[in-house]
């Protein structure tokens, strides 16, 4: 039995690890929709802390044994943490090599396709993605050709 179903028979809120930084915008805002989330479908008992996207992981995960883990840290140890104790994790950052969690990232499609959606009139539309995206082959795919 893995802690996630340890949790849910001892009636204990879920504990999970928010490794998502503070430090910009994005990452507050994916805290936001969390939090959103856990009011209306809780409750969860959260570890998060400030944090840059390129911190590493805290050392504490190292020895917990909490339910989850929903990351954006850009380090495969989060990976590696989550498959030796039996820890479910989700990975939110595209922008890094894939470490082997299931990931939960923007449309790339949706992106391309929106510049002709939204201004038809506009003749100039500029692009950048960086080249550590483990998706840089869909990053324009939406996009139509001049």
């Known amino acids: 039995m893995n802690v996630a179903q340890e949790s849910r028979r001892s009636g204990r809120p879920p504990q999970v690890a928010l490794l998502v930084e503070t430090s910009t915008t994005f990452g507050r805002q994916v805290l936001r929709g969390i ?29 917990w044994r909490g339910d989850g ?13 989550s498959r030796k104790h039996g820890i479910p994790a989700v990975d939110l950052n595209e922008q890094v090599m894939d470490f082997g969690l299931p990931l939960i990232a923007n449309d790339q499609h949706a992106i391309g396709r929106l510049p002709c959606a939204v201004g038809r009139a506009s003749r100039r539309f500029d692009f950048a993605a960086t080249p550590t995206s483990r998706r840089p082959s869909t990053s324009t795919a939406g996009m139509p050709t001049a």
């Open 35 to 63: 939090a959103i989330f856990v009011r209306e479908n809780g409750p969860w008992t959260v570890h998060v802390e400030q944090r840059s996207i390129y911190d590493p992981p805290p050392a504490w995960l190292k020895t």
């Open 69 to 81: 883990i929903i990351s954006r840290a850009a380090w495969p140890e989060v990976a590696e943490i």
